[in-house]
């Protein structure tokens, strides 16, 4: 079966192959040039596994969510495509997925002691927030606005982080299976949402017959 690591390896020596052609350099130099230049195996893992559960929770709390979607996750590119329109809700739903990729890292006893490139959703959180709150009448000269900026954002953090616990299994069995199939897409996540959704409930009813 291959795995992430297997996939990244195996680009890795195309790329270099590609080069052998178009160079004429010798082909095991290459591989081991290629070789040495990797990042060492268990680096490689601790990566792609940051990676995947960061994808997940922005995958999953979109799933959560009313007013968004989701259409795929690509580990490969680091990237979950998450639909949203220009609507106050669904601006305010997209603050909360842009964060929970963060979270998830941080909720995450494997990764959580790892750091993963979320900065720019921060950046992008931080755009929406300014955009909300000049809609609904704030003045962005006002002494108080960056303040009502970070409380918004402080807020929609909280509501990542609960949507997050309620459905962390979702989380983690999308995060493993991306693993092994780096490309999820619209069905196969909402596929693997829903039946950790309906294990749970089915527990949660269990528990009320007792």
């Known amino acids: 079966m291959l795995k992430g690591t297997d996939i990244k390896k195996g680009f890795l020596r195309a790329r270099y192959k590609v080069a052998t052609s178009l160079l004429n350099i010798n082909e095991q130099h290459v591989v081991r040039l290629a070789s040495a230049m990797a990042p060492p195996t268990e680096d490689i893992g601790r990566w792609e596994e940051t990676v995947a559960i960061h994808e997940a929770g922005h995958a999953v709390t979109a799933m959560a969510l009313p007013h968004i979607s989701v259409s795929y996750i690509n580990i490969l590119r680091e990237t979950t495509a998450v639909n949203y329109g220009n609507s106050k809700q ?121």
């Open 90 to 210: 669904e601006l305010g739903d997209a603050i909360i997925s842009l964060l929970a990729g963060g979270e998830a890292v941080k909720m995450s006893k494997r990764t959580r002691h790892m750091t993963t490139g979320d900065g720019q959703d921060l950046h992008l959180a931080e755009i929406y927030a300014r955009t909300l709150l000049i809609v609904e009448g704030h003045n962005q000269s006002a002494p108080d606005f960056e303040r009502s900026v970070r409380r918004m954002l402080a807020t929609a953090k909280m509501k990542a982080w609960e949507i997050l616990m309620q459905h962390w299994p979702a989380v983690e069995a999308i995060a493993e299976v991306t693993r092994i199939l780096p490309i999820l897409d619209q069905r196969k996540l909402h596929h693997l949402f829903e039946e950790h959704r309906q294990q749970k409930l089915e527990g949660i009813s269990a528990d009320c017959s007792v």
